[in-house]
């Protein structure tokens, strides 16, 4: 049976993905373990711009954790909106391992919550 702080976590990340004005092209939770899930979601949207979102997810007690993201936003001809993750490669980032890709450049950014990206998501694809 998987942690109920996760189950939460999910069902909240499902219905930000169902107000999105979009083609849901995957949508995947692996349950690896009772208190560990990996999610994958592809969106596509009308306008040609994808996003994905990919997460380790761990959960522990009320407490929600992430070994590892990555939240990718691109345009309709593949060029780069934004990506948050926090693979570790930019040691320079002052919130090491955590940054965010926009064209031209990575800048250091905590990291954002899911459904957060989700709305930026929303709002730069006017989904």
């Known amino acids: 049976m998987l942690l ?7 069902q909240d990340v499902e219905s930000a993905i169902k107000e999105l004005q979009g083609y849901v092209e995957r949508y995947e939770e692996e349950i690896i373990s ?4 990996n999610l994958r979601v592809r ?4 306008n040609g711009y994808l ?3 990919n997460e380790a997810i761990v959960g522990e007690g009320e407490v929600i954790g992430h070994l ?6 691109q ?3 593949n060029n780069l909106v934004f990506r948050y993750d926090n693979t570790p490669h930019y040691k320079s980032a002052h919130t090491f391992p ?3 890709h926009v064209p031209d450049k990575v800048i250091g950014v905590q990291q954002p919550s899911i459904i957060d990206v989700i709305a930026e998501a929303k709002q730069r694809t006017n989904a």
């Open 43 to 46: 969106v596509r949207f009308a």
């Open 51 to 53: 996003l994905e979102l």
């Open 98 to 100: 955590h940054h965010k």
């Open 34 to 37: 009772p208190t560990r899930v």
């Open 75 to 77: 345009d309709k001809d």
């Open 4 to 10: 109920d702080t996760l189950v939460r976590y999910l």
């Open 68 to 73: 590892g993201y990555r939240y990718h936003l």
